[in-house]
């Protein structure tokens, strides 16, 4: 069983930055971000293969963040530059037992709890 903790988030004007970690306790072939406004559904953000470190994001963030990992440490990062409001989520990290890029919750094996991002205006 693979535990996944979120750090990182917070409360950030229009045009900052933050940077989300997510350690994991074990050794998983491809991890991803995703979030969750209220009232909406669960949407992909970006996603990572861990051995190859292939990337592939969410339209909406192209450009503005960026997904890497560290193999040492077992944690994945999520760099988010020139947020805006709508980037307002709880963002939780997942990780899957096999490799491949994946933009549906659905295949992903494993978890974190969440962390709260809030973006003013």
């Known amino acids: 069983q693979v535990q996944l903790v979120e750090s990182g988030g917070g409360l950030v004007q229009a045009g900052g930055s933050l940077r989300l970690s997510c350690a994991s306790s074990?050794?998983?072939?491809?991890m991803g971000w995703f979030r969750q406004a209220p009232g909406k559904e669960r949407e992909f953000v970006a996603t990572i293969n861990w051995r190859a470190g292939s990337t592939y994001y969410a339209d909406s963030v192209k450009g503005r963040f960026t997904i890497s990992r560290d193999n040492a440490k077992n944690t994945m990062y999520l760099q988010m530059n020139s947020l805006k409001p709508e980037d307002t989520a709880v963002y939780y990290c997942?990780?899957?037992?096999?490799?491949?890029?994946?933009?549906?919750?659905?295949?992903?094996?494993?978890w974190g709890q969440g962390t709260q991002v809030t973006v003013s205006s």
């Open positions: 074990g050794r998983t072939l491809a």
């Open positions: 997942a990780a899957r037992g096999q490799p491949g890029l994946r933009v549906r919750a659905v295949e992903y094996d494993y």
